[in-house]
């Protein structure tokens, strides 16, 4: 229940890109995984140690070098001013796996790039979708904080944008494959055109 008649500050207002920073949310690198594959999206950083086929949790070396820059840049932050929050990170991005009624996928990504699962626009929280099996249940992350700010903030509107099925359907058919494999650079740069995507909107 809203408590209308109590005077409460704004937490969530924010209208352009350019006015002071006053509060963000700032992920976690902790218990981020190289994804197992998936019908949506074509997981290959030989580079990295996961060439195709391969997933898990990032190395311990290279969760601890992100935590120690992302702290760091939380430190900035405060020290300009701007209140920094954490999304809690849920057992389900352990690298488990995780399903819907249509599919299952082997594990999830991580809670380290919020910015892609929300959207603030003035008093409005919005919570979005990803096109990727592995990102469906990132906003889990946030939930803790959103409860947060609608308990603080009477004006707060937070909605969640409609979620796709993300079925086979839902994807072109070895999209990545014939991306990497097939398809010369000006046809890539004509389906961009386009806009033809791994997508369907099934």
């Not at 350019?18 to 998936?38: F, H, Q, S, Y």
């Not at 990497?180 to 909107?201: C, M, P």
Request: aromatic letters at 14%; one cysteine or more.
């Amino acid at each position: 229940m809203r408590k209308e008649n109590i005077e409460m500050s704004k937490v969530v207002n924010s209208w352009n890109e350019w006015d002071p920073l006053k509060r963000v949310i700032v992920g976690r690198p902790e218990g981020t995984n190289m994804p197992a594959p998936e019908t949506g999206w074509w997981h290959n950083r030989p580079e990295g140690g996961y060439p195709l086929g391969t997933y898990g949790p990032f190395p311990q070396e290279m969760v601890d070098a992100a935590s120690e820059q992302m702290d760091y840049f939380v430190k900035q932050l405060e020290n300009r001013g701007a209140q920094v929050d954490r999304p809690v990170i849920h057992p389900c991005m352990l690298n488990k796996p995780v399903s819907t009624p249509d599919w299952t996928q082997l594990n999830c990504h991580g809670a380290n790039n919020m910015r892609d699962v929300f959207l603030c626009h003035g008093k409005y929280l919005i919570e979005a979708t990803t096109s990727r099996r592995s990102r469906w249940y990132e906003y889990l992350n946030l939930r803790p904080l959103f409860e947060q700010y609608f308990k603080e903030d009477p004006e707060l509107v937070w909605f969640t944008a409609p979620k796709p099925r993300l079925t086979d359907e839902s994807y072109v058919k070895n999209y990545y494959y014939y991306f990497d494999n097939v398809w010369t650079h000006e046809e890539k740069k004509q389906r961009l055109h386009n806009w033809e995507f791994q997508l369907t909107e099934k």
